[in-house]
């Protein structure tokens, strides 16, 4: 019993010592992921591109921004029916058209909730950027068939539109700080303005999510380098301090974050070598960020100027369009199969190369702790008797002369009387 018990301790140890090494080997060496990002899918021409989806329906939303003078400032929708596989033709839902001014559409963010497909974007009145854009926003309760577009009455760049509380909250750039205005009765009233941060702080471009019932907003700051903060509020009124959420070593003047799988992604662009990439880094709790990981490359012009796009989780996938080069594109982040190839990686960088010689070690040292408690109980000590130790014998009397002799003696020793 007490070996037993020796035996299943030594183990234990074993055991537990070998799951450390174990786990610090793991995050010591890059083992493979279990998601990757696809192939980017063309999905046509366009600029400022957002997607939402709706009745098994996939809807993309964009505008003519750099297109001809005549349509460069219509917004347009396309729908998908077969999950992104063929594509509807284009709708016109919106065009500005004053006699003698430029008018340019930008900046579209999609929002489907209750049954109605919500759309925002920004109209800028001479492109060049004289004037504050005026926001849009457009309803439609029909599944697409008809559009309501109206002007809201505030004014601002790069809008953002999320469903809160039963709310439209849509958040937008105004003269370099962050704002947001709510509506309540599906975009036919606004709210006044609430400040995120101040005007003329040089803190804009936000983007918004709800993660567990908190508002998470990121945005760039360009008094930091053009560097990546994230902002958290439980009911819009008071803002947490800023946490810095990307460690990429160039710029980054815009971000998109989206929560999927209890995880934040937040995406960027960044510049390396007069090429443009977007990559994206991942947080559990907005305060530790994975290194960013580049999921499209080789922009021959900064994605921020076409649009960049807009992460959406459409079923059980996290979806991300964007413009490059005039084109629409998608990519979805994927689960990982046999059939997917992945990085060729040194042996000794495999997760199952260091499974394998965690269980051979574990199994080596049971083998080797039982043998040697078993062989231990197999061989007891000798016993030793020492002088001091009496040993208990028996005698007899020698009928002749009276002498005590051993009780097996033949004769007696002293008178020589035979005893038998």
């Given at each position: 019993?007490q070996?037993?018990?020796?035996?299943?301790?030594?183990?234990?140890?074993?055991?537990?010592?070998?799951?450390a090494?174990?786990?610090?080997?793991?995050?010591?060496?890059?083992?493979p992921?279990?998601?990757?990002?696809?192939?980017p899918?063309?999905?046509?021409?366009?600029?400022?591109?957002?997607?939402?989806?709706?009745?098994?329906?996939?809807?993309?939303?964009?505008?003519t921004?750099?297109?001809?003078?005549?349509?460069?400032?219509e917004?347009r929708?396309?729908?998908?029916?077969?999950?992104?596989?063929?594509?509807?033709?284009?709708?016109?839902?919106f065009?500005a058209k004053t006699?003698?001014?430029?008018?340019?559409?930008?900046?579209t963010?999609?929002?489907?909730?209750?049954?109605?497909?919500?759309l925002?974007?920004?109209?800028?009145r001479n492109?060049?950027?004289?004037?504050?854009?005026?926001?849009?926003?457009?309803?439609?309760?029909?599944?697409?068939?008809?559009?309501?577009p109206?002007?809201?009455p505030?004014?601002?760049?790069?809008?953002?539109i999320?469903n809160v509380?039963?709310?439209?909250?849509?958040?937008y750039?105004?003269?370099?700080g962050?704002?947001?205005?709510?509506?309540?009765?599906g975009?036919?009233?606004?709210?006044?303005?609430?400040?995120?941060?101040?005007?003329?702080?040089?803190?804009?471009?936000p983007?918004?999510?709800?993660v567990n019932?908190?508002?998470?907003?990121?945005?760039?700051?360009?008094?930091?380098?053009?560097?990546?903060?994230?902002?958290k509020?439980?009911?819009?009124?008071?803002?947490?301090?800023?946490?810095?959420?990307?460690?990429?070593t160039?710029?980054?003047?815009k971000a998109?974050?989206?929560?999927?799988?209890?995880?934040?992604?937040?995406?960027?662009?960044?510049?390396?070598?007069?090429?443009?990439?977007v990559?994206?880094?991942?947080?559990?709790?907005?305060?530790?960020?994975?290194?960013?990981?580049?999921?499209?490359?080789?922009?021959?012009?900064?994605?921020?100027?076409?649009g960049?796009?807009e992460p959406?989780?459409?079923?059980?996938?996290?979806?991300?369009?964007?413009?490059?080069?005039?084109?629409?594109?998608?990519?979805?982040?994927?689960?990982?199969?046999?059939?997917?190839?992945v990085?060729?990686?040194?042996?000794w960088?495999?997760?199952?190369?260091?499974t394998?010689?965690?269980?051979?070690i574990s199994?080596?040292?049971?083998?080797?702790?039982?043998?040697?408690?078993?062989?231990?109980s197999s061989?007891?000590?000798?016993?030793?008797?020492t002088?001091?130790?009496r040993?208990?014998?028996?005698?007899?009397?020698?009928?002749?002369?009276?002498?005590s002799?051993?009780?097996?003696?033949?004769?007696?020793?002293?008178?020589?009387?035979?005893?038998?």
């Amino acid at each position: 019993m007490q070996t037993s018990k020796k035996i299943l301790s030594t183990t234990l140890i074993s055991v537990l010592v070998l799951l450390a090494i174990f786990a610090f080997l793991q995050n010591a060496y890059a083992f493979p992921e279990t998601s990757y990002w696809s192939s980017p899918k063309e999905i046509g021409i366009g600029y400022y591109p957002s997607l939402t989806a709706l009745n098994k329906k996939i809807w993309v939303a964009y505008t003519t921004s750099k297109q001809d003078l005549d349509i460069a400032n219509e917004v347009r929708v396309i729908s998908s029916n077969d999950n992104g596989t063929t594509w509807s033709a284009p709708r016109v839902i919106f065009e500005a058209k004053t006699q003698g001014v430029a008018w340019s559409a930008h900046h579209t963010t999609f929002l489907s909730s209750s049954n109605e497909l919500w759309l925002a974007w920004n109209v800028n009145r001479n492109p060049g950027g004289e004037t504050t854009p005026a926001i849009y926003f457009a309803n439609s309760n029909d599944s697409g068939s008809n559009w309501y577009p109206m002007k809201i009455p505030h004014e601002g760049n790069m809008p953002h539109i999320i469903n809160v509380q039963n709310k439209i909250w849509l958040f937008y750039d105004y003269m370099q700080g962050i704002a947001y205005t709510t509506s309540s009765d599906g975009g036919a009233s606004w709210s006044e303005p609430f400040t995120v941060t101040p005007t003329s702080s040089k803190r804009g471009f936000p983007m918004a999510c709800q993660v567990n019932g908190e508002i998470w907003v990121v945005y760039s700051d360009w008094n930091m380098g053009w560097e990546l903060n994230l902002v958290k509020s439980m009911d819009g009124i008071t803002w947490s301090s800023p946490q810095k959420i990307s460690n990429a070593t160039s710029e980054q003047r815009k971000a998109l974050i989206e929560y999927y799988n209890d995880t934040a992604f937040v995406f960027f662009p960044s510049s390396h070598e007069q090429s443009w990439s977007v990559y994206v880094t991942t947080s559990s709790d907005g305060i530790t960020w994975s290194t960013p990981l580049e999921i499209v490359s080789e922009f021959d012009s900064d994605p921020l100027l076409e649009g960049f796009g807009e992460p959406t989780v459409i079923g059980d996938k996290l979806w991300f369009v964007f413009s490059s080069n005039g084109g629409i594109f998608y990519t979805t982040l994927e689960e990982q199969t046999d059939n997917v190839p992945v990085d060729d990686l040194p042996i000794w960088q495999q997760w199952w190369f260091w499974t394998n010689v965690a269980l051979a070690i574990s199994t080596g040292s049971f083998a080797l702790t039982t043998l040697y408690y078993r062989n231990k109980s197999s061989n007891p000590k000798e016993t030793k008797i020492t002088r001091n130790e009496r040993v208990s014998k028996e005698y007899r009397t020698c009928p002749n002369c009276g002498a005590s002799l051993p009780i097996d003696s033949k004769f007696c020793g002293k008178c020589g009387t035979s005893l038998e």
